[in-house]
T-cell receptor, first 113, second 114 residues
Framework: DQQVKQNSPSLSVQEGRISILNCDYTNSMFDYFLWYKKYPAEGPTFLISISSIKDKNEDGRFTVFLNKSAKHLSLHIVPSQPGDSAVYFCAAPLPFGNEKLTFGTGTRLTIIP | KAGVTQTPRYLIKTRGQQVTLSCSPISGHRSVSWYQQTPGQGLQFLFEYFSETQRNKGNFPGRFSGRQFSNSRSEMNVSTLELGDSALYLC?????????????FGQGTRLTVV
């Protein structure tokens, strides 16, 4: 049962434009979400998170939006840069202090110079 | 502050052997989790340790085990290796406190079973 889904396996965006990565979830108990960026053969790097009490969180070029009623979140990167080319995962821990992170399947973002 | 350190980075083993992977968390982090990443299954949770106790476990066979030491360092062991165990094994550490905090990952150990 894939509780966190990233339906776009890949995305190509022109340098300088906005990249929008999407994530859907099915478990209404999720109350905290994270986005990670991953290069091949390396561990994921934390990018940004959002709590369910917010609908937006911004950190520099990265903004995450959460729509609880639709069980949907998105990561916006603007402007996109070549170094942003990587695989992006959204993830959510089970509530009540459970440490297990459930990851989406990832979206490979390619920034075209 | 040093990040999460995993050793070794690369490992080649033959079927039937066993392997031990090591993880040193960020200083002060007491929760250590292990994940397996494969092309077909993505990132899958193996188990989590806190204060030397396994608190959570994923859906992996008993061949996969782990432990945590008093200094929070953790080891993961896989016995009777199978070809399908070839994967990137990732360790993550997290500080435990009020509210949600993010998990920080190491660079992983790439295990190849031949």
């Amino acid at each position: 049962d894939q509780q966190v889904k990233q339906n776009s396996p890949s995305l190509s965006v022109q340098e300088g434009r906005i990249s929008i990565l999407n994530c859907d979830y099915t478990n209404s108990m999720f109350d905290y979400f994270l986005w990670y960026k991953k290069y091949p053969a390396e561990g994921p790097t934390f990018l940004i998170s959002i709590s369910s009490i917010k609908d937006k969180n911004e950190d520099g070029r990265f903004t995450v939006f959460l729509n609880k009623s639709a069980k949907h979140l998105s990561l916006h990167i603007v402007p996109s840069q070549p170094g942003d080319s990587a695989v992006y995962f959204c993830a959510a821990p089970l509530p009540f202090g459970n440490e297990k992170l459930t990851f989406g399947t990832g979206t490979r973002l390619t920034i075209i110079p | 502050k040093a990040g999460v350190t995993q050793t070794p980075r690369y490992l080649i083993k033959t079927r039937g052997q066993q392997v031990t992977l090591s993880c040193s968390p960020i200083s002060g982090h007491r929760s250590v989790s292990w994940y397996q990443q494969t092309p077909g299954q993505g990132l899958q949770f193996l188990f989590e340790y806190f204060s030397e106790t396994q608190r959570n476990k994923g859906n992996f066979p008993g061949r996969f085990s782990g432990r945590q030491f008093s200094n929070s360092r953790s080891e993961m062991n896989v016995s009777t290796l199978e070809l399908g165990d070839s994967a990137l094994y990732l360790c993550a550490s997290r500080s435990i406190g009020f509210g949600n905090t993010e998990a920080f990952f190491g660079q992983g150990t790439r295990l190849t079973v031949v």
